[in-house]
Structures are given as structure tokens and as C-alpha cells.
């Protein structure tokens, strides 16, 4: 049977104390809306609608994905009403399963038990017992176990707010006999609103049957309401992430101190100390090591690199067998060829840097073709802006470039050219030659150093 996922993600999210819209708080780097919706694309659906209200075009906007179809509520009079605004786009002979923006940790297989529950004639719903329950709505259930109802905290009796079974307000159900109910709410309840949980009691007087599920984990039906449950939900998810890469292979020193804000994929036996940040599009070949405390986004590491401690590396691509660190920062469009060393601080920005190549010291290499074999010496300085534009400096196959040396693009300096220690480089250096621009040092035989009252 074709599934419609609704995802209802109009709420304000008061307690964020925030002017960004609830749903796009991020968790792991993206929007906690993106992670309900890629979850819902694993179901593979007929359909994704998405009920946004609160924060309008900034919501739609943060999702840009042509799949999703996107209803406004206009009026937030509750989860029923919600639901109701999404009826007009539903196959009626759907299952519909109803998701939170604000619920991003919920698991694929949990909802794929709870959609195998759901039909025509048959309400599945997703309940956890806790300990704490209060301020969730209660399933009641009759003395044979049956669910009859759910009641909101705010409606129940002493006695049934003891129930510890609560109602993680994720459904799924046939869209035919949602529809009818839905049509049927009132806001008579101490919240004046449309709750979509009052469907439960029509159905068990409809003697549909109200089946329940459980997730396998609670963590998966938190819910982001404030900036403390939102640390929470980070860090249950970090764990998640941690141990997907350990389960691939990878050595994690401590997986707690590991933050995965996108994508990784990681080879054989890389390691990865703690502090590490890894965003983006981060792709680690066989047996690389990143060092503690370094920030890496967009990034592709090639086979044994080794990223020593306390780097930032990003939109670069560090080549195989490369040594970068500790303390350096790789910027944007940046290409280390094979066995290539950058050491400490070091910047290197929008530039290429040929096989077996050395930056070791206090450098600033920008917008530069650098060949292979060259070594750059301490405090060299690509000079690659003149106030309004950036220029380029070539430095072909093995060149030696000394301490402190300035290169003032455009130029180039010529394969094998050595240029001395202390040098201002505006014109091309010719290969093979050495070339310097220095003072003359001088010595004044006999010159004293003043003195105090002298
Ligand atoms: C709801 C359930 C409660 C359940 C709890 C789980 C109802 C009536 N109650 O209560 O049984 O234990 O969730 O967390 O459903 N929303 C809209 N439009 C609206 C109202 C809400 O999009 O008009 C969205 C909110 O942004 C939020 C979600 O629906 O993401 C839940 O709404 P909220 O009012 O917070 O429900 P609860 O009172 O927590
Ligand atoms: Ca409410």
C-alpha cells in the first residue's frame, strides 16, 4: 500500500528563545527538519508533505528539495488541525504516517514496524513508558490491555496521569479513516485546540483496532524544545554517528570527543584522536590519522596522510602520504599533491602543491602553482594581492626558495632556481640561477653604543 509521510513542523518553539524557526536548529550541522525528511525518504513514499507555519519562507527556503510538498498552516489550533491541512493533497487509500520536525532522532526500521502495523482499518501508534511522564498525553487502556484513548496532561485525571505509557505523538494510519476523524475533532479540552490525538477514541468507537509500537530505543522520540534538549539530542546523535565509524573500522580515541556535522567516509585503519570536527563532505583514505583538536570540512584525505594535531583544513584535498600540522590552516581550493609537508603555521589558500613539496615553517602560500621537489623556507610570504587584485605566483619543480622570502605576484620563479634568504622577489627568477635582493650588510669598525647620560 502507498505511504504519505506528513511532517508537521509548524511550531514556533517558544522555549528556543530564538529567532530562528524551531525545525531549523541544527543538529549534527543540518536543519532537525532535514534529518526527519531524509529519515521519512528511507520509507520511500508516494509523497512528503511537510505542514510549516511559523518562520514561512525560511523554512521552506532551508529545504530546497523539489520532492517535498510544502502546506501552510496558517493558524496553529493544534495537531489535528495540522494534519487536517494536509488532507486535501492525500491519496485516500494511503497509509499515512505522521512525523515531527522537531523529532529528528526517530529511526527508519522504528517506523518502518509501526507503518507494517498501520492499515485501512488498523491505527498504529508509537508509545514509550517512562519514568518521568508528565506533560505527555497518556494511553489509556481498558482492563483487557486495549488502548481507548489518549488523554494530554493537561485534560487528565490524577489517576491517569500516573500512566508511565505515553503518546510520542508519531501515528500511522489509513488516510480514508483519517480523514473522517479528522473531520469530527473538537478544541473542547483545556488547550482549546484540535488534537490529533482525540482520533484514538473514535477509532476505538469505529472498532478500528489501535495497535501500539515501541522504538527500540527512547532517545529516538525526543523532541527539541529548548537549547538544553537540544545539547541532549547533539550529543545522542554524535554517539550514533561515533559509532558508525568505529563499526566501519575506524580507531576513535575517544567517541565522545568526536562532532560528525556531515558526511564521512573512512578506509582502513585511519584513527582519529579527540577534539575532531569533521563537516561537510569528509572522505579519509586507508590508514589516515587526523590529530587531536583539528577542524576538517570538505575535505578528501588521501591513504596514509597524516594530519597532525590542531589543524584546519578546508574545500582542500591533501594527497597521499602528505603531512600537514600541527597548527596549520589549509583554505579553500587547495590541492597537496603526493608526500607533500605543510608544518606549523603554515596558511595555504587556492593553490597547488606539487609531489614531495615542503612548506614547513611560518609560511603564507596563496594563489600558487607550485611544482614538485620544492622547498620553501621559513616566513616565506606569497605576496598575492595588490590592495584590488589577486595574482598568481608560479614555483616550478624543485625550486629552493630561502628564509623570509617575499614573492610579489605575478611571478615566477624558474625550475631549480634558488632564491636567497631575506630576498623581495617582483620579477621572474630564471631557472638554474640564483637569485637574491638584499642590502648590502655593512660593518662600522669601532662604533660605540650610546649610553645612559652620555
Ligand atoms: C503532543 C501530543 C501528546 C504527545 C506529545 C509528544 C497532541 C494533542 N498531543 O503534545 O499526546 O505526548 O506531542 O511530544 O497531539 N504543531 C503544528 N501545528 C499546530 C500544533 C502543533 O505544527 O497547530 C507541531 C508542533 O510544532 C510540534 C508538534 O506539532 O512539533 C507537537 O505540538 P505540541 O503542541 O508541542 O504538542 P504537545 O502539546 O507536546
Ligand atoms: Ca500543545
Same mark, same amino acid.
Given at each position: 500500500?502507498?505511504?504519505?509521510?506528513?511532517?508537521?513542523?509548524?511550531?514556533?518553539?517558544?522555549?528556543?528563545?530564538?529567532?530562528?524557526?524551531?525545525?531549523?536548529? /541544527?543538529?549534527?550541522?543540518?536543519?532537525?527538519?532535514?534529518?526527519?525528511?531524509?529519515?521519512?525518504?528511507?520509507?520511500?513514499?508516494?509523497?512528503?508533505?511537510?505542514?510549516?507555519?511559523?518562520?514561512?519562507?525560511?523554512? #521552506?527556503?532551508?529545504?530546497?528539495? /523539489?520532492?517535498?510538498?510544502?502546506?501552510?498552516?496558517?493558524?496553529?489550533?493544534?495537531?489535528?488541525?495540522?494534519?487536517?491541512? *494536509?488532507?486535501?493533497?492525500?491519496? !485516500? *487509500?494511503?497509509?499515512?504516517?505522521? @512525523?515531527?520536525?522537531?523529532?529528528?532522532?526517530?529511526?527508519?526500521?522504528?517506523?518502518?514496524?509501526?507503518?507494517?502495523?498501520?492499515?485501512?482499518?488498523?491505527?498504529?501508534?508509537?508509545?514509550?513508558?517512562?519514568? $518521568?511522564?508528565?506533560?505527555?498525553?497518556?494511553?489509556?487502556?481498558?482492563?483487557?490491555?486495549?488502548? =481507548?484513548?489518549?488523554? $494530554?496532561?493537561?485534560?487528565? =485525571?490524577?489517576?491517569?496521569?500516573?500512566?508511565?505509557?505515553?503518546?510520542?505523538?508519531?501515528?500511522?494510519?489509513?488516510?480514508?479513516?483519517?480523514?473522517?476523524?479528522?473531520?469530527?475533532?473538537?478544541?473542547?479540552?483545556?488547550?482549546?485546540?484540535?488534537?490529533?490525538?482525540?482520533?484514538?477514541?473514535?477509532?476505538?468507537?469505529?472498532?478500528?483496532?489501535?495497535?501500539?509500537?515501541? /522504538?527500540?530505543?527512547?532517545?529516538?522520540?525526543?523532541?527539541?524544545?529548548?537549547?538544553?534538549?537540544?545539547?541532549?539530542?547533539?550529543?545522542?546523535?554524535?554517539?550514533?554517528?561515533?559509532?558508525?565509524?568505529?563499526?566501519?573500522?575506524?580507531?576513535?580515541?575517544? /567517541?565522545?570527543?568526536?562532532?560528525?556535522?556531515?558526511?564521512?567516509?573512512?578506509?582502513?585503519?585511519?584513527?582519529?584522536?579527540?577534539?575532531?570536527?569533521?563537516?561537510?563532505?569528509?572522505? @579519509?583514505?586507508?590508514?589516515?590519522?587526523?590529530?587531536?583538536?583539528?577542524? +576538517?570540512?570538505?575535505? &578528501?584525505?588521501?591513504? %596514509?596522510?597524516?594530519?597532525?594535531?590542531?589543524?584546519?583544513?578546508?574545500?582542500?584535498?591533501?594527497?597521499?602520504?602528505?603531512?600537514?600540522?600541527?597548527?596549520?590552516?589549509?583554505?579553500?581550493?587547495?590541492? @597537496?599533491?603526493? %608526500?607533500?609537508?605543510?608544518?606549523?603555521?603554515?596558511?595555504?589558500?587556492?593553490?597547488?602543491?606539487?609531489?614531495?613539496?615542503?612548506?614547513?615553517?611560518?609560511?603564507?602560500?596563496?594563489? &600558487?602553482?607550485?611544482?614538485?621537489?620544492?622547498?620553501?623556507?621559513?616566513?616565506?610570504?606569497?605576496?598575492?594581492?595588490?590592495?584590488?587584485?589577486?595574482?598568481?605566483?608560479?614555483?616550478?619543480?624543485?625550486?629552493?626558495?630561502?628564509?623570509?622570502?617575499?614573492?610579489?605576484?605575478?611571478? #615566477?620563479?624558474?625550475?631549480?632556481? #634558488?632564491?636567497? *634568504? %631575506?630576498?623581495?622577489? #617582483?620579477?621572474?627568477? !630564471?631557472?638554474? $640561477?640564483? =637569485? +637574491?635582493?638584499?642590502?648590502?650588510? =655593512?660593518?662600522?669598525?669601532?662604533?660605540?653604543?650610546?649610553?645612559?647620560? %652620555?
Amino acid at each position: 500500500m502507498a505511504l504519505e509521510v506528513v511532517i508537521l513542523a509548524a511550531g514556533q518553539g517558544t522555549r528556543m528563545k530564538s529567532d530562528l524557526p524551531k525545525v531549523l536548529h /541544527p543538529l549534527g550541522g543540518r536543519p532537525l527538519l532535514a534529518h526527519v525528511v531524509a529519515t521519512a525518504r528511507a520509507l520511500s513514499p508516494a509523497r512528503t508533505v511537510v505542514i510549516y507555519g511559523h518562520g514561512g519562507k525560511r523554512v #521552506t527556503a532551508a529545504l530546497p528539495e /523539489p520532492d517535498l510538498v510544502w502546506v501552510e498552516q496558517a493558524e496553529r489550533l493544534g495537531t489535528g488541525h495540522a494534519v487536517q491541512q *494536509a488532507l486535501p493533497v492525500l491519496d !485516500p *487509500a494511503a497509509t499515512v504516517l505522521v @512525523l515531527y520536525g522537531d523529532v529528528p532522532l526517530i529511526r527508519a526500521e522504528t517506523l518502518r514496524a509501526l507503518v507494517a502495523r498501520a492499515g485501512p482499518d488498523t491505527l498504529a501508534l508509537l508509545t514509550v513508558e517512562l519514568d $518521568e511522564p508528565a506533560g505527555y498525553g497518556r494511553i489509556l487502556r481498558d482492563a483487557g490491555g486495549r488502548v =481507548t484513548a489518549i488523554r $494530554e496532561d493537561k485534560d487528565a =485525571t490524577e489517576a491517569e496521569r500516573r500512566v508511565r505509557e505515553i503518546n510520542t505523538g508519531i501515528l500511522a494510519v489509513g488516510a480514508g479513516r483519517l480523514a473522517g476523524w479528522l473531520q469530527r475533532l473538537s478544541n473542547d479540552n483545556a488547550q482549546g485546540e484540535y488534537y490529533l490525538t482525540d482520533i484514538v477514541a473514535m477509532a476505538v468507537a469505529d472498532g478500528v483496532a489501535v495497535e501500539t509500537v515501541q /522504538p527500540a530505543d527512547p532517545d529516538e522520540v525526543l523532541g527539541a524544545n529548548s537549547k538544553a534538549q537540544l545539547a541532549h539530542l547533539e550529543r545522542v546523535y554524535q554517539r550514533r554517528r561515533a559509532g558508525d565509524l568505529m563499526d566501519q573500522g575506524v580507531t576513535l580515541l575517544d /567517541p565522545a570527543r568526536l562532532d560528525v556535522r556531515g558526511t564521512v567516509r573512512a578506509g582502513r585503519d585511519v584513527v582519529i584522536d579527540v577534539n575532531v570536527v569533521l563537516a561537510g563532505e569528509v572522505v @579519509l583514505g586507508d590508514g589516515v590519522s587526523i590529530g587531536a583538536g583539528c577542524v +576538517l570540512r570538505d575535505v &578528501t584525505v588521501g591513504d %596514509g596522510a597524516e594530519i597532525l594535531p590542531l589543524c584546519v583544513i578546508e574545500e582542500a584535498v591533501i594527497g597521499p602520504g602528505s603531512r600537514v600540522g600541527p597548527y596549520s590552516r589549509i583554505r579553500p581550493g587547495t590541492r @597537496l599533491d603526493d %608526500g607533500v609537508h605543510v608544518g606549523n603555521f603554515v596558511e595555504v589558500k587556492n593553490s597547488t602543491i606539487g609531489r614531495g613539496s615542503k612548506v614547513n615553517h611560518l609560511s603564507y602560500i596563496g594563489d &600558487t602553482d607550485m611544482g614538485s621537489g620544492v622547498n620553501i623556507g621559513a616566513g616565506t610570504i606569497t605576496c598575492n594581492y595588490d590592495g584590488a587584485n589577486k595574482h598568481r605566483t608560479v614555483i616550478e619543480d624543485d625550486v629552493f626558495v630561502g628564509s623570509d622570502v617575499q614573492l610579489v605576484a605575478p611571478v #615566477t620563479v624558474g625550475r631549480g632556481a #634558488t632564491i636567497g *634568504a %631575506g630576498s623581495t622577489i #617582483t620579477r621572474d627568477a !630564471p631557472p638554474g $640561477e640564483l =637569485t +637574491l635582493s638584499r642590502a648590502r650588510q =655593512t660593518t662600522r669598525p669601532g662604533w660605540k653604543r650610546p649610553k645612559k647620560g %652620555g
